[in-house]
């Protein structure tokens, strides 16, 4: 069974950090491009951060310069450190996985991913 845990949320004041992870277990991400999305109430889903199989980084304009995502030697983990937060970070943040090992130039679209994990709740405080 495929499971994809998101970890790491929590409520910080404008200007923290948080670091956020996310675990697959029954899929591997080797050979996987994988990303980071978010959701706010009432907004649509949004690729916040995507990283090939090789290494290549991808980012919207709204976190450049303050996000960073990663892979380590961890197996099937993904980061992203969030430094600088605002109100505006506000949002549920996922991880997902495509079946593809770039990230290419649709990777904002969410349709590209087939594994999605559930969410973990990021909240940035005035």
């Known amino acids: 069974q495929v499971q994809v845990v998101e970890s790491g949320g929590g409520l910080v004041q404008t200007g923290g950090s948080l670091r956020l992870s996310c675990t697959a277990s029954?899929?591997?991400?080797?050979?996987?491009?994988v990303a980071w999305f978010r959701q706010a109430p009432g907004k649509e889903r949004e690729g916040v951060a995507c990283?090939?199989?090789?290494?290549?980084?991808y980012y919207a304009d709204s976190v450049k310069g303050r996000f960073t995502i990663s892979r380590d030697n961890t197996p099937n983990t993904l980061f992203l450190q969030m430094n600088s937060l605002k109100p505006d970070d506000t949002a549920t943040y996922y991880c997902?996985?495509?079946?593809?090992?770039?990230?290419?130039?649709?990777?904002?679209?969410?349709?590209?991913?087939?594994?999605w994990g559930q969410g973990t709740q990021v909240s940035v405080s005035e």
């Open positions: 997902a996985a495509r079946n593809e090992r770039s990230c290419s130039g649709s990777w904002r679209s969410r349709y590209e991913y087939a594994f």
């Open positions: 029954g899929l591997t991400l080797d050979g996987r491009a």
């Open positions: 990283i090939s199989w090789t290494g290549p980084t």
